[in-house]
């Protein structure tokens, strides 16, 4: 049985909002196909205020830029760089090419290849998400994608100084001080002034988002996030005060992030919200965790931790903290969601920040059927096939002619009668074309 001791206020607004954002993002689009450059340069003008002689900066100027931070930070970008670097390079190498003989002669192989180029979005707004250029520049990296094309808007017409240093020990190969739709444009076109890539990554607000979503298809995307998401599933063990200082420091990325808490102990769960509400009197960010909380935070007391971890999944959230006796019992009992932190120990905010896995994760529901970014995303899974014994081409010159007819596809059967009998020796049925005798290394 499940107890709602607080749910979420319902949004009519939502569908409207979609709608003018979409609407909003394809006019954008339309208009840096037409006029490039000059299109760009406008809307950053108008979003931004922000019109330099060149978006891109040259190495000097990020030489500059990252000689002005202060050593302590470009210390902990390293450290923290270093954390996301190590883990993905151990998946890199779970990723093995193979080849195998399925039948004498016969090699079918698989390789993993990495794009040719990436743009890396690293948000700005009210907060510069230095952590996101760690995340889909060094990640990018590691899959080994040659040129890296890092975007971040300006924050409030100055230059994120701690992004651009963050950009630039990552690895980025260009760094480009563009935010917004207009980025997302340039990228995935192409303008004058920079050569399109193959994918994008890197999360951002709703107009970023819509744009990925219509662009997908003419340029690759790493996947469409939205708001941030929190959900705690805790026990009667559970610390009600740590419980409510992590739901909030998630709900603090903006107004609409919703967090969850299901529970086993009615009392955890009203100690909890308790304690939500005197910690956001004086929180420095509660313009945006208020309504967060407010409007999309939900409490849900639930019979046992079986039906806590069901009721989660149904969630499929970005993130979900376990504060448990037993955390990890959650790694067997639950499959949909983005990335789970198991036990008091661990938090959200060391994913989001500095613990090494990625913080790019699927949102809205989309866990049921997406991770989040890894070195995977950067990479193709290709395949090539060799035939080398002529016995074996014969066999499946006959099968494929007999599969294809049965799809009315007469001319891919026609290439597996040519191979039967020109290995084989014999006539084609639909022609009488005589094939020399079969050389023995065909």
């Not at 991770?371 to 080398?388: A, D, I, N, P």
Request: proline letters at 5%; hydrophobic letters at 45%.
């Amino acid at each position: 049985m499940i107890t709602h001791l607080k749910e979420a206020v319902a949004s009519d607004r939502i569908a409207a909002d979609n709608g003018r954002v979409a609407a909003t993002v394809r006019g954008i689009l339309d208009d840096v196909r037409a006029r490039g450059d000059a299109a760009v340069r406008e809307y950053s003008a108008r979003f931004d205020g922000w019109t330099p002689a060149s978006f891109r900066l040259s190495a000097g100027q990020v030489e500059e830029i990252v000689a002005g931070v202060p050593k302590q930070v470009i210390e902990d970008i390293e450290w923290v760089q270093e954390q996301v670097r190590t883990f993905a390079e151990r998946q890199r190498a779970s990723l093995t090419d193979f080849e195998v003989e399925t039948l004498p002669g016969v090699r079918l192989g698989q390789r993993s290849v990495p794009v040719r180029a990436a743009g890396a979005y690293v948000p700005g707004g009210r907060y510069p998400l230095t952590a996101s250029a760690h995340m889909t520049i060094v990640t990018a990296k590691v899959a080994g994608v040659s040129r890296v094309v890092a975007c971040t808007p300006p924050i409030r017409g100055e230059v994120p100084a701690a992004t651009v240093a963050a950009m630039h020990l990552a690895g980025a190969d260009e760094i480009h001080l563009l935010g917004g739709v207009q980025a997302m444009a340039a990228l995935a076109i192409g303008t004058e002034s920079m050569e399109r890539v193959d994918m994008i990554a890197g999360p951002g607000n709703a107009y970023v988002a819509e744009a990925k979503r219509q662009l997908f298809g003419e340029v690759g995307i790493d996947l469409l996030a939205g708001p941030t998401e929190i959900l705690v599933v805790a026990d009667d063990a559970a610390d009600p005060f740590v419980v409510a200082v992590d739901l909030l420091s998630q709900a603090e990325h903006g107004p609409d992030s919703p967090a969850v808490l299901v529970t086993t102990s009615e009392q955890v769960a009203r100690r909890a919200m308790a304690h939500v509400e005197r910690l956001l009197g004086d929180m420095p960010t509660r313009d945006f965790a208020a309504p967060a909380w407010r409007d999309h935070g939900q409490v849900l007391v639930v019979d046992d931790l079986d039906e806590a971890f069901a009721v989660a999944d149904t969630f499929a959230s970005e993130h979900v903290q376990v504060l448990t006796r037993e955390p990890r019992q959650a790694l067997e009992k639950m499959r949909d969601y983005g990335a789970l932190f198991l036990g008091e120990g661990t938090c959200v905010s060391y994913g989001d920040k500095v613990i090494g896995t990625n913080h790019v994760l699927p949102t809205r529901g989309s866990a049921r059927f997406t991770g989040g970014l890894w070195v995977g995303k950067y990479l193709k899974t290709v395949t090539y096939q060799e035939v080398t014994d002529p016995e074996s081409s014969a066999r499946l010159g006959e099968v494929c002619g007999r599969a294809a007819r049965v799809e009315l596809f007469e001319g891919h059967a026609r290439s597996g009668d040519v191979r039967a009998a020109k290995y084989r020796g014999g006539t084609l049925p639909w022609s009488d074309h005589a094939f020399e005798e079969a050389r023995a290394d065909a």
